[in-house]
């Protein structure tokens, strides 16, 4: 269900009013859609002004158009008078979000919840006292034209008479956005108002071209009244049950543990979205991106997106360098470079002589590998939720070295850390006797068989797919005590989580600055501990600052680690350079921690609304372990796909229908099931989780209804749609 209109905000105490002029007008059938006997609403004869009713072919329901559909609907010729123009209802007020959502469901996908002005006629009344014609709507009076007329005149400004669509109907003005609500004395609330109301939004050559008027709609429906096809009913009901099965299991549906008040998700609970002497963080954000009008983006975990600032420095700079390029590259890059390598080294704990920038973790994570010497009966261990082409690496390695393997960990989200732990724990105790360290601390494995023992881990900090926090602080841990030989995937991490490298005191850790940093892509930051930088001999691809013991250059230069990574071949240095400003851009907006707090508890209470709109599950346990400023929530409707091109043409659907609704969070299949990322920045608010929850609500049920089996695509397409997903469901 989409809005085109203000986005309904969740809240206990707050009602809203609606305008039914269909099914639902019958007080019977709206009982049984919401689920309890209505008392508290208030029920109201009303009009809808320009927007006409007509028949869904083939279907026994109406549907609503404005004006301008209408035009396209009927002939030039077609006279309609002033009651056909505005379409008769009911006005019900005082529903609550919970009803909203069970309405949302009914209506399904066929239609749009708008907030319109609408013609209140008689005064409320509640479902104990209502009159005849409001709890049976065959016995309510037709308005004749004048009346009609009379009741919306205030708001359409026109004459009373007969109309075409081709010219009248174009002279009714849009729904009195400037007009003042009124009621009588004594407070009897009759008048304009607004409501929000379902309106057709499926292709129109659904709908019958002719008005299906007030009278011939009710005539045609009293017979079904009371005998409505139970499948009506299905979404409904199911969403009913999974919400009493959340009631009894609320930890399905938080990230920590927490009262049942705010587990439809609090903007009073998300931190740091005001804080004095800088600008507040949501929407207000905007003006420093350069995002398209109305683009909802809630995925900037995967590529990034920097500020302006940032990018105007980027250009500025690449000017500058333009302007000379020799005085550039001879005098001026290598300082700057050391900037970024302070800067950084300082915001995860090392030492500036122990941080190089590399262009991403990927890059990184290689050159880490394939300097490293591998002996048979080596064994490297990653787990299920590896990064894609970092798992690949892992496999190409194998290959290279008949006599090493790889050893997936299954991982299974939502789970907890400790589980992660043990398991890990479990597979070295296998092949590694308890390591014994030497003088330095270090320790090396050792096999309880001659040629076989788990040298080398590669740890996620923050998975990408799903986006979870590893426990890799204590997973490096267990390295130490087997001699297990620790890299960190911390592609996520820096600038979404605290880190400190030295008090985790892991083997190797790369961490892309373009994601969470803010920084321009691609860039990122390789921390190698002194102890281990004799054993990175060389960069990716090897620099002029190498140096061979075999083959030493003249002039006895001595071997260094950090001089092979100033140059290793012409690039454009800028998007290195922009760290530093993504750096002061942080800090002029409230500094990392005030950052992190936002996304953190934004994604906390954005899973919470998202899980509660779709009635499905956060991928998440019940420490609350799992959620940084990534929340991964269960999508609605979608069953396992059938095998690898069905999940391309499932996942080709989905993410076409996102870009069509202006907006993308990452879906990926894990655990037998489909789930969505929703990556929070300072420019989201929770308004931001409603609208792509509500988009990808309607393109799963399309999905359900096999429609995504109907699309156009060549071989080519779904080829390379289906190389791009995971080798294994779990990934």
Same mark, same amino acid.
């Given at each position: ?28 059938? =709206? ?9 508290? =609403?208030?029920?109201?004869?009303? +009009? =809808? ?17 404005? %004006? ?7 002939? %030039? ?23 909203? /959502? ?18 209140? +006629? ?11 014609? =409001? ?43 400037? #007009? ?15 409501? &929000? ?17 007030? !009278? !011939?709609?009710? !005539? ?11 499948? &009506? ?15 009894? @299991? #609320? ?8 009262? @049942? ?5 609090? #903007?009073?609970?998300?931190?740091? %979205? ?6 507040? $963080? ?44 020799? $005085? $550039? ?6 300082? +700057? ?33 394939? /300097?490293?010497? &591998? ?53 070295? #105790? ?171 508890? +934004? ?23 799992? *959620? ?16 690898? @091109? ?15 609704? /202006? ?10 099931? &489909?789930?969505?990322?929703?990556? *929070? ?40 749609? @289906? ?9």
């Amino acid at each position: 269900m989409s809005t085109k209109s203000d986005t309904i905000v969740p809240s206990k105490e707050q009602r809203f009013d609606f305008f039914f002029y269909g099914t639902l007008c019958v007080p019977a059938v =709206l009982t049984r859609v919401l689920g309890h006997k209505c008392e508290g =609403l208030t029920f109201q004869d009303a +009009l =809808l002004p320009n927007y006409t009713r007509h028949r869904v072919k083939g279907e026994t329901y109406p549907a609503i158009v404005d %004006k301008d559909t209408t035009n396209r609907l009927l002939s %030039k010729s077609d006279v309609l008078t002033s009651e056909e123009v505005n379409t008769r209802g009911t006005l019900v007020r005082g529903l609550t979000y919970a009803d909203v /959502n069970a309405l949302d469901l009914f209506e399904g996908t066929e239609y749009s919840r708008t907030c319109l002005p609408v013609q209140a +006629l008689t005064s409320p009344s509640t479902i104990n006292r209502l009159p005849e014609a =409001l709890a049976n709507p065959t016995s309510r009076v037709r308005l004749d034209n004048l009346e009609a007329e009379k009741a919306v005149k205030s708001a359409q400004g026109t004459d009373v008479g007969v109309i075409t669509p081709g010219t009248a109907v174009a002279k009714f003005v849009d729904a009195v956005d400037n #007009e003042q609500d009124s009621s009588v004395e004594g407070g009897v609330d009759v008048g304009m108002t607004n409501a &929000w109301t379902y309106i057709w939004s499926d292709p129109i050559e659904r709908l019958e071209p002719g008005i299906w008027r007030f !009278e !011939e709609f009710i !005539e045609a429906k009293a017979s079904l009244w009371n005998h409505l096809p139970s499948d &009506w009913f299905s979404d409904v009901d199911r969403q009913r049950v999974l919400q009493e099965e959340l009631a009894v @299991a #609320e930890s399905r549906t938080q990230t920590s543990p927490s009262s @049942a008040s705010d587990a439809d998700g609090d #903007e009073s609970t998300v931190e740091g %979205k005001v804080v004095e002497g800088f600008p507040d $963080f949501g929407h207000d954000m905007l003006k420093y991106w350069g995002f398209r009008d109305g683009y909802v983006n809630m995925n900037h975990g995967s590529y990034g997106s920097a500020p302006k600032p940032v990018t105007e420095y980027m250009h500025k700079m690449s000017e500058e360098i333009e302007g000379n390029p020799d $005085f $550039f590259m001879r005098r001026t890059w290598a300082g +700057l470079l050391d900037k970024v390598r302070e800067e950084a080294a300082d915001l995860i704990g090392a030492q500036t002589e122990e941080v190089v920038v590399v262009p991403n973790t990927t890059h990184g994570i290689n050159n880490i590998l394939t /300097n490293l010497d &591998w002996a048979d009966g080596d064994i490297i261990v990653n787990y299920s939720t590896t990064y894609g082409a970092v798992a690949q690496t892992l496999k190409y390695l194998a290959d290279r070295h008949p006599n090493i393997r790889l050893e997936t960990i299954d991982i299974h989200f939502p789970t907890s850390h400790a589980s992660i732990v043990q398991a890990t724990e479990d597979l070295f #105790e296998k092949y590694n006797e308890v390591a014994i360290p030497n003088y330095t601390g270090q320790s090396k494995p050792n096999g309880k068989k001659p040629n076989e023992r788990v040298r080398l881990v590669v740890v996620d900090a923050i998975a990408s797919m799903p986006g979870v926090i590893y426990p890799w602080e204590r997973i490096v841990g267990v390295c130490k005590k087997y001699g297990v030989i620790s890299l960190v995937d911390a592609a996520h991490a820096i600038g979404q989580v605290e880190v400190d490298v030295k008090k985790a005191d892991c083997d190797y850790w790369v961490a892309n600055c373009h994601k969470w940093l803010l920084s321009h892509r691609g860039g990122a930051v390789m921390y190698v501990p002194t102890r281990n930088q004799h054993l990175i001999r060389t960069t990716f691809p090897t620099s002029a600052g190498y140096e061979s013991s075999r083959y030493p250059t003249e002039g006895g230069r001595p071997w260094s680690w950090i001089p092979q990574y100033q140059w290793n071949g012409t690039i454009d240095w800028t998007p290195f350079f922009s760290i530093t400003k993504a750096f002061e851009f942080r800090r002029s907006i409230g500094g990392e921690e005030r950052i992190r707090k936002y996304n953190h508890s +934004l994604a906390v209470e954005g899973g919470k609304r998202v899980a509660k709109l779709w009635g499905t599950q956060i991928m998440e346990n019940p420490d609350g372990e799992l *959620t940084a400023a990534m929340v991964n929530v269960e999508m609605p409707h979608i069953s396992v796909p059938d095998d690898l @091109a069905d999940a391309a043409l499932q996942e080709i659907y989905i993410q076409d229908g996102l870009f069509q609704a /202006n907006c993308y969070a990452a879906p990926y299949r894990h655990n037998g099931k &489909w789930w969505t990322r929703f990556s *929070t920045q300072v420019w989201n608010d929770l308004s931001d989780f409603e609208y792509i929850a509500k988009a990808l609500d309607k393109i799963c049920l399309d999905v359900k209804a096999g429609k995504y089996k109907k699309q156009d695509l060549d071989g080519n397409e779904l080829k390379v749609a @289906a190389q791009g997903l995971p080798t294994t469901e779990d990934q």
